[in-house]
């Protein structure tokens, strides 16, 4: 039976990591594999660069939107993956190969999880992870400037000139279009309990 697909999106920022982190906790063990698109990142001499000849991250072109399809279908139909970590450009970092199974459920996690209309199409469960803007401001700076060691105002210049015009354009528009709606500005606990359980009776409907 092939698996049940849940698309994650929202904004940068939004909280869709540490909402997918406390939802596998709660899901039997085995039953959840994750594809983040995280790992879908061109490299930063394919990027496109704005008018300041800065790269822009935060555009559907960043990714490989066609190499993050390709490989929802190959889980799709049984397969396992190899996915090597991006680092985001740290020259420090040692990525990481990581080993994705098929299961009973997959989640398809990123900011264009829900951009590609004929990938949209196979996808059983659209989730928007929903945040204010100045939540999604602080935990982007958070994250960026603190976790991975990026200059502040190279943080902020991004946000302002990337991030947010690029959340109105081509993020936003699929709340409307989600089977669930999350808000998550100070806590997900409702939303995400009430997530995990139609997940797991979905896993009760499958053929053992």
Sequence with gaps: MKPYLVGITGGSGSGKTTFIHALLKLMPAGSVSLLSQDNYYKSIEKQTQDENRIENFDIPSSLDLEKFHHDVLQLRDGKSLEIVEYTFNSADAVAQTFHIPPSPIVLLE???????????????????????????????????????????????????????????????????????VIPNNHNFEKGLAMLSLYLQSKIGEQPQ
């Design 110 to 180: 990123g900011i264009y999880a829900l951009h590609d209309p004929v990938l949209n199409e196979l996808i059983d469960l659209k989730v928007f992870i929903d945040a204010e803007e100045h939540h999604r401001r602080n935990r982007r700076i958070q994250r960026d400037a603190v976790e991975r060691g990026y200059d502040q105002d190279d943080v902020e210049y991004r946000l302002s000139r990337h991030h947010q015009p690029a959340f109105e354009q081509y993020i936003l528009p699929h709340r409307a279009k989600a089977d669930i």
